[in-house]
T-cell receptor
Framework: EDQVTQSPEALRLQEGESSSLNCSYTVSGLRGLFWYRQDPGKGPEFLFT???AGEEKEKERLKATLTKKESFLHITAPKPEDSATYLC??????????FGQGTRLTINP | DADVTQTPRNRITKTGKRIMLECSQTKGHDRMYWYRQDPGLGLRLIYYSFDVKDINKGEISDGYSVSRQAQAKFSLSLESAIPNQTALYFC???????????FGPGTRLTVT
């Protein structure tokens, strides 16, 4: 069965304290891995797509990496405005995404 | 103007009532989706449509139906609402080639 597991469920950091979020997956026929950011009461906002092991994408303080079994979202020197829930999802064809449960990130000033 | 709009944004209804959630998009995408989000369960696919004449069930379609009225419009109906359908509902769209799905702002539905 296809599974996407994110860890930790919640993470609290001080402003400037770098860390990483994990997304591990067991999916046959992976065609892409997506990262989204979701603010409370809003729809998920697209961040990155990764297609193959070894690929990396960066946007401001965020960097996403991909291996054959997991993806990491690295957050460097985060700011309070980076507080959100981060979702990963795997694309396994027919443009259907299987989502993880998300990591709720809080950055304290 | 938002690319994907959902109406209503919030709705409280009673058990047994029929309710329709509407979605429209200006992105010109052929593919549209309805997802449900529950705390601890993540986003789950209810229905999806790849064009006006194509409707497919997702992983949790029981108790729901959809209608693709036009390329830009995709509505979700609950024929007889029940309390465990209380959730946040998202409409989403994608272009055929990208795989990337873009979400609307969501509808918060409460069934009492």
């Amino acid at each position: 069965e296809d599974q996407v597991t994110q860890s930790p469920e919640a993470l609290r950091l001080q402003e400037g304290e770098s860390s990483s979020l994990n997304c591990s997956y067991t999916v046959s026929g992976l065609r892409g891995l997506f990262w989204y950011r979701q603010d409370p009461g809003k729809g998920p906002e697209f961040l990155f797509t990764l297609y193959s092991a070894g690929e990396e994408k960066e946007k401001e303080r965020l960097k996403a990496t991909l291996t054959k079994k997991e993806s990491f979202l690295h957050i460097t020197a985060p700011k309070p405005e980076d507080s959100a829930t981060y979702l990963c999802a795997v694309h396994k064809g027919a443009q259907k995404l299987v989502f993880g449960q998300g990591t709720r990130l809080t950055i304290n000033p | 103007d938002a690319d994907v709009t959902q109406t209503p944004r919030n709705r409280i209804t009673k058990t047994g009532k029929r309710i329709m959630l509407e979605c429209s998009q200006t992105k010109g995408h052929d593919r549209m989706y309805w997802y449900r989000q529950d705390p601890g369960l993540g986003l789950r696919l209810i229905y999806y449509s790849f064009d006006v004449k194509d409707i497919n069930k997702g992983e949790i379609s029981d108790g729901y139906s959809v209608s693709r009225q036009a390329q830009a419009k995709f509505s979700l109906s609950l024929e007889s609402a029940i309390p465990n359908q209380t959730a946040l509902y998202f409409c989403a769209t994608s272009a055929e080639t990208s795989g990337r799905i873009e979400f609307g702002p969501g509808t918060r539905l409460t069934v009492t």
